[in-house]
């Protein structure tokens, strides 16, 4: 077969590669593709993302640059109807054209609920939306935190509100309300609230408020996002939620421990009506007073009929009373009967203490005591009469006796004698000794004890005669008369007319003489001696 002829050039496969990717770049170098997306299964480990964008007809492959995922807004999600926006272009080894995608948005309010459903799903499964969960509000919080814009009229109006009902401590936290930065924006001031120390420089609040104001659900996307959920349900400060108008609903509104309708109700949910407040605490206030009117006014009823059941004080005293004084009236007259009797007792002892009896029984007793020594002297006499006799016929044998004893000692002595030796005597000795201690010991305590009770019969003795002396007698102003002898004169019959007597006082002595007849014995006057003087003894 014959070489065929022709001008057409040759190219390689590279260069048609390089001419179609060229053309379709240049053609195609800016489009926006809606589609649904299939095929995702997460960023690869390079950090890229592919997947592929389809419709009915046709699909074309996609690939998302690290860089560029960074920066969605919405990030693919399998099955997701989107309009990416980015640039055609080839793949020569595999002769594909794909779509460089730089933006992804949802095609859609349909693909937005559609996201929205399937993320409320989820979270809803991981319990983050439980009732359980929510905690009951703060009934009057100190410090109040605000999340949201500084320059709309949303915080405008929840500080106007809250002036209206009590005023408070306002703190704002500034973010954005929508946009791509209006999620961690979010997140950041929820976690800076609750990063807070409780007595810290700035106060830490009680209660948190994430308002805007009403929007598209595009625009509400930001309040959507999982990490806003997550970080309303992580939050340690309970959270109300006034994110739209009443008809507007996110996710943050079933996380948050209340949801309000419209960021004035939330302002009316965190405080309550100061005057109504006021007005509360005075109306319990009458009523305490009022109550404790009513239980002192029954108290005091209560009392008052406790007290007319109890007996007057005077009758409860009247019968001790009575009793006192009885006592008291028969008190003068016990005592005036316990000193007679005290007295008469006394009288009878006196008279069996006479000095007369002392001296009676130390007569007698002197008596018995010579009676005594007389027949001692009269037995030892005959006694030594007795031994006499007995010593006299054995004295003239004893001079022979005795010397032929002491013969026969010294004899007997003489052959004893190399037989001893000292060893055995003081063993002797120190046997002798160890007996006789004992007996010396028991000796001197028996001896002790005999001594002192000789000593306290004596000592008694001695009470008993200075309680019987006259002397005692004398102490209380009577006085011994004594002759010259030094007999006792008991009479006046036996003083005359220029006797000499001594009277004996309890102080000292005193010479007299008698003088004249006896004098007669002047009867004492009811109010006794006068001048408090002694009366005369004759």
Same mark, same amino acid.
């Given at each position: 077969?014959?070489?065929?002829?022709?001008?057409?050039?040759?190219?390689?496969?590279?260069?048609?590669?390089?001419?179609?990717?060229?053309?379709?770049?240049?053609?195609?170098?800016?489009?926006?593709?809606?589609?649904?997306?299939?095929?995702?299964?997460?960023?690869?480990?390079?950090?890229?993302?592919?997947?592929?964008?389809?419709?009915?007809?046709?699909?074309?492959?996609?690939?998302?640059?690290?860089?560029?995922?960074?920066?969605?807004?919405?990030?693919?999600?399998?099955?997701?109807?989107?309009?990416?926006?980015?640039?055609?272009?080839?793949?020569?080894?595999?002769?594909?054209?794909?779509?460089?995608?730089?933006?992804?948005?949802?095609?859609?309010?349909?693909?937005?609920?559609?996201?929205?459903?399937?993320?409320?799903? #989820?979270?809803?499964?991981?319990?983050?939306?439980?009732?359980?969960?929510?905690?009951?509000?703060?009934?009057?919080?100190?410090?109040?935190?605000?999340?949201?814009?500084?320059?709309?009229?949303?915080?405008?109006?929840?500080?106007?509100?809250?002036?209206?009902?009590?005023?408070?401590?306002?703190?704002?936290?500034?973010?954005?309300?929508?946009?791509?930065?209006?999620?961690?924006?979010?997140?950041?001031?929820?976690?800076?609230?609750?990063?807070?120390?409780?007595?810290?420089?700035?106060?830490?609040?009680?209660?948190?408020?994430?308002?805007?104001?009403?929007?598209?659900?595009?625009?509400?996307?930001?309040?959507?996002?999982?990490?806003?959920?997550?970080?309303?349900?992580?939050?340690?400060?309970?959270?109300?939620?006034?994110?739209?108008?009443?008809?507007?609903?996110?996710?943050?509104?079933?996380?948050?421990?209340?949801?309000?309708?419209?960021?004035?109700?939330?302002?009316?949910?965190?405080?309550?009506?100061?005057?109504?407040?006021?007005?509360?605490?005075?109306?319990?206030?009458?009523?305490?007073?009022?109550?404790?009117?009513?239980?002192?006014?029954?108290?005091?009823?209560?009392?008052?009929?406790?007290?007319?059941?109890?007996?007057?004080?005077?009758?409860?005293?009247?019968?001790?009373?009575?009793?006192?004084?009885?006592?008291?009236?028969?008190?003068?007259?016990?005592?005036?009967?316990?000193?007679?009797?005290?007295?008469?007792?006394?009288?009878?002892?006196?008279?069996?203490?006479?000095?007369?009896?002392?001296?009676?029984?130390?007569?007698?007793?002197?008596?018995?005591?010579?009676?005594?020594?007389?027949?001692?002297?009269?037995?030892?006499? #005959?006694?030594?009469?007795?031994?006499?006799?007995?010593?006299?016929?054995?004295?003239?044998?004893?001079?022979?006796?005795?010397?032929?004893?002491?013969?026969?000692?010294?004899?007997?002595?003489?052959?004893?004698?190399?037989?001893?030796?000292?060893?055995?005597?003081?063993?002797?000795?120190?046997?002798?000794?160890?007996?006789?201690?004992?007996?010396?010991?028991?000796?001197?305590?028996?001896?002790?004890?005999?001594?002192?009770?000789?000593?306290?019969?004596?000592?008694?003795?001695?009470?008993?005669?200075?309680?019987?002396?006259?002397?005692?007698?004398?102490?209380?102003?009577?006085?011994?008369?004594?002759?010259?002898?030094?007999?006792?004169?008991?009479?006046?019959?036996?003083?005359?007319?220029?006797?000499?007597?001594?009277?004996?006082?309890?102080?000292?002595?005193?010479?007299?003489?008698?003088?004249?007849?006896?004098?007669?014995?002047?009867?004492?006057?009811?109010?006794?001696?006068?001048?408090?003087?002694?009366?005369?003894?004759?």
């Amino acid at each position: 077969m014959s070489q065929l002829l022709t001008n057409a050039s040759e190219f390689t496969v590279s260069e048609i590669a390089q001419a179609v990717k060229r053309a379709v770049e240049d053609e195609f170098g800016h489009v926006r593709v809606r589609g649904e997306i299939s095929g995702f299964r997460g960023q690869h480990s390079s950090g890229h993302a592919y997947f592929t964008l389809k419709d009915d007809a046709a699909s074309i492959d996609a690939v998302v640059w690290k860089g560029s995922y960074a920066k969605l807004a919405f990030k693919p999600q399998e099955g997701l109807e989107v309009i990416a926006t980015g640039r055609l272009t080839t793949f020569p080894r595999s002769s594909k054209y794909q779509i460089v995608i730089e933006n992804i948005e949802p095609a859609g309010a349909g693909a937005l609920m559609a996201l929205l459903e399937e993320r409320r799903k #989820k979270l809803l499964a991981e319990g983050l939306f439980a009732r359980e969960r929510k905690r009951a509000l703060p009934y009057l919080p100190r410090v109040i935190g605000v999340i949201t814009s500084p320059t709309g009229a949303v915080i405008r109006d929840i500080l106007h509100r809250l002036d209206d009902r009590f005023p408070s401590h306002v703190l704002v936290w500034p973010v954005r309300v929508q946009g791509e930065t209006c999620a961690p924006e979010v997140v950041n001031a929820i976690e800076g609230f609750n990063a807070f120390l409780p007595n810290g420089p700035i106060p830490r609040p009680d209660l948190l408020i994430v308002a805007r104001g009403g929007g598209s659900i595009e625009d509400l996307w930001g309040f959507n996002e999982e990490a806003v959920v997550r970080a309303v349900a992580a939050s340690g400060i309970p959270v109300i939620s006034a994110v739209g108008h009443e008809t507007d609903t996110t996710l943050i509104d079933y996380a948050s421990d209340m949801r309000a309708p419209t960021p004035t109700a939330a302002a009316e949910a965190a405080v309550p009506v100061r005057a109504e407040l006021i007005a509360y605490v005075d109306d319990q206030g009458a009523r305490q007073r009022q109550a404790a009117r009513r239980s002192l006014a029954s108290l005091k009823d209560r009392l008052r009929a406790a007290g007319a059941g109890l007996p007057r004080p005077a009758d409860l005293v009247s019968t001790q009373r009575q009793s006192l004084d009885l006592a008291s009236s028969e008190l003068s007259g016990a005592l005036r009967h316990f000193v007679q009797a005290r007295r008469i007792a006394f009288s009878n002892l006196s008279a069996a203490m006479q000095p007369r009896l002392v001296r009676q029984r130390h007569a007698e007793l002197g008596e018995r005591l010579i009676n005594l020594g007389r027949r001692g002297q009269s037995g030892l006499v #005959k006694t030594v009469e007795r031994a006499r006799l007995t010593f006299d016929p054995a004295s003239r044998r004893l001079p022979g006796a005795v010397a032929t004893s002491l013969e026969r000692k010294q004899t007997a002595l003489a052959r004893l004698l190399p037989r001893l030796s000292a060893q055995p005597l003081r063993a002797e000795l120190r046997h002798a000794r160890g007996q006789l201690s004992p007996l010396d010991q028991r000796l001197g305590q028996a001896g002790s004890q005999l001594t002192l009770g000789r000593r306290q019969q004596l000592g008694q003795l001695g009470k008993l005669l200075e309680t019987l002396s006259y002397r005692n007698v004398l102490a209380r102003g009577y006085a011994l008369v004594q002759d010259e002898a030094g007999n006792v004169i008991s009479s006046q019959a036996n003083a005359r007319p220029g006797d000499a007597l001594n009277l004996t006082f309890a102080d000292g002595e005193v010479g007299v003489v008698v003088a004249g007849a006896p004098a007669l014995r002047r009867k004492p006057s009811r109010s006794g001696p006068d001048n408090g003087s002694q009366e005369s003894l004759f």
